[in-house]
């Protein structure tokens, strides 16, 4: 290989990843900053300020809004990783030949339609005329129609259901690279199940956890659909603000603002949560 | 609690029907979807009124079927655009940077790499709004100076296109990436010493080996972006893709046309998936 053709080569195969990222994630990132440092002052004249964050610190309905979708979230995911955790480890270390491969891809299954037909089908189960409103009616267990829909707990059967996919094939990896042998050796030396579990198994399965914790976050902060479809009007997410400020109230610079400040909670939470374990994006993500 | 160690009946029976339980979760709402579209009521719930096809190849009021509903067609027609546009620009760009990462060791390759993978941790909303914000102040600023209108850059078919192409493109990278890592470089080498020129060589050699993960992510490309929702919602405009245009009939209340979308898009996926994990057993 001539140095010139490498030379060529390279430059060849880095202009689209730098186009692609400078363009459209670097560049739009800082516009986006910068808008929301704005302030209106008149029709058509700003001034550079943080007066929009002000506005979010200012009205407690913003704040509010935000502690809850965050807290929301992480509790989502809690759920999520307790829920997910014995179903992976079956798939990983009980299961055998096909069942195991068909149980792993039943677990896909649900992820290849999209989000909206998922959250369709939890509003025909849980409102008040749906399924399970019926199915009460039916057993005796309810006088009238319930209506199971629009509060939180809607929300986060819908927000575990829509991530699923995400804590459990990570930790379906991790725990699979776990040899039995390390396992058996725990019991030989005296292990009980629960101190295997938490000397053993979990440390192990760390990596998987982290990062299935990191995405399940991040796709429950940033979800618009769920929390509307399911929680209704009053659902209260952070998302729902930005969408409003931008597309219904015009008020680029306050959505602008919002939208940082989500994206600075995420990156708050996926740094610290890396730092905590010891781990970097790169190992997690890539 | 692994095979080889004898548990408790008691407990391994509580087990097994907590998996049993967990699977039972995952199917309801999708089988719900499905049997409601053809239920022969205006309403997706109960009471069952009898089976009908009605919302499939019904032409006339009050039942209208999929196959006659132009809005949901047009919608459809309009994803399935969008999904090739942007599996096909995600493909491309993600080969050239996983070529990048795997033969070139420059200055920055770190940084370049983190760089790549940030799209998967910023919201698709706030990835929505960035590029939404940016490309606005490109068309406002080609209008201040030249008195350009550049249509294109306001929210559109383009921008959603865009806005898709900016995080699928880590994963078409991540997915080619992992396969070219497992590349055998003396095959290339090989190629070389055989009087092929370095392009031949990774045509014939090399790109060959990586037919599969080019398939596979073209596959999971095209799924993502026809399912996004986030991303897109910030970016659309007169031209709904099928997520949005559904999204503003259920806003309005449901009828069963809109099961029948849904179990038309779950046998569509579920047959692309098989037909790529076909292709990669072959492979």
């Known amino acids: 290989m001539t140095g010139t053709s490498a030379r060529l080569g390279f430059v060849l195969l880095l202009a689209p990843a730098a186009l692609w990222l400078t363009l459209l994630i670097v560049i739009p990132h800082i516009d986006l900053f910068l808008v929301s440092l704005r302030e209106r002052i008149g029709v058509g004249q700003y001034t550079t300020s943080f007066a929009n964050y002000g506005t979010f610190l200012d009205e407690p309905l913003y704040l509010m809004t935000f502690a809850r979708t965050a807290i929301m979230s992480v509790l989502a995911t809690a759920l999520t990783l307790l829920i997910g955790f014995p179903v992976a480890y079956y798939i990983a270390k009980l299961a055998r030949g096909r069942t195991r491969s068909v149980l792993f891809l039943l677990c896909l299954v649900p992820f290849w339609v999209s989000e909206l037909v998922r959250t369709f089908g939890w509003m025909i189960l849980l409102r008040e005329t749906g399924l399970v409103s019926s199915l009460l009616q039916w057993a005796g267990l309810a006088a009238g129609p319930v209506e199971l829909l629009y509060n939180d707990a809607a929300i986060m059967v819908g927000l575990v259901y829509t991530s699923m996919l995400f804590m459990v094939v990570p930790l379906i990896t991790t725990l699979d690279s776990l040899d039995d042998a390390v396992i058996e050796a725990g019991y030989d030396l005296g292990g009980s199940a629960p101190s295997i579990l938490r000397e053993i198994v979990i440390p192990h399965a760390m990596p998987g956890i982290v990062s299935g914790c990191i995405v399940v976050f991040m796709l429950s902060l940033g979800n618009y659909l769920t929390p509307i479809m399911l929680g209704g009007k009053d659902s209260l997410w952070f998302t729902e603000l930005i969408y409003s400020q931008f597309i219904l109230r015009f008020n680029w610079e306050l959505g602008a603002a919002f939208g940082f400040v989500l994206l600075l909670l995420s990156s708050v939470i996926v740094w610290g949560t890396l730092r905590l374990t010891g781990q970097t994006l790169r190992e997690t993500m890539g | ?283």
């Open chain 2, 1 to 283: 609690m692994i095979p080889s160690i004898p548990r408790n009946g008691a407990l391994r029976a509580a087990y097994t029907a907590y998996v049993v339980l967990f699977f039972v979760y995952l199917a309801l709402p999708l089988t719900v979807v499905a049997a409601f579209a053809f239920n022969d009521s205006q309403f997706p719930s109960l009471p069952w009124e009898g089976f009908t096809l009605a919302w499939f190849f019904g032409a006339e009021r009050p039942m209208i079927g999929v196959f006659h509903e132009r809005p949901i067609l047009r919608a459809l027609g309009t994803s399935g655009f969008v999904g090739l546009c942007v599996a096909a620009l995600s493909v491309a760009v993600g080969t050239c940077n996983a070529f990048l990462f795997n033969r070139y060791e420059f200055r920055g390759k770190g940084l370049l790499y983190v760089l790549m993978l940030l799209p998967l941790v910023v919201p698709g909303i706030v990835l929505g709004i960035s590029i939404l914000v940016f490309s606005s102040r490109v068309a406002n600023t080609a209008w201040d100076l030249a008195q350009w209108d550049i249509q294109a850059l306001r929210p559109g078919l383009l921008l959603v296109v865009l806005g898709q192409f900016s995080f699928i493109t880590t994963i078409t990278t991540l997915v080619i990436a992992a396969r070219l890592q497992k590349f055998d470089r003396t095959l290339e080498e090989a190629a070389l010493n055989l009087g092929a020129n370095r392009l031949t060589a990774v045509r014939t050699v090399t790109i060959p080996y990586l037919m599969p993960a080019l398939v596979g992510a073209f596959v999971v490309g095209f799924l993502m972006s026809f399912e996004n929702f986030n991303t897109t919602l910030m970016l659309v405009g007169s031209d709904a893709p099928l997520t949005i245009a559904m999204f503003d009939r259920l806003k309005e209340g449901s009828t069963p046309l809109l099961n029948a979308v849904s179990l038309l898009l779950m046998v569509g996926s579920s047959l692309l998936a098989l037909l790529m994990i076909a292709f990669q057993r072959r492979a």
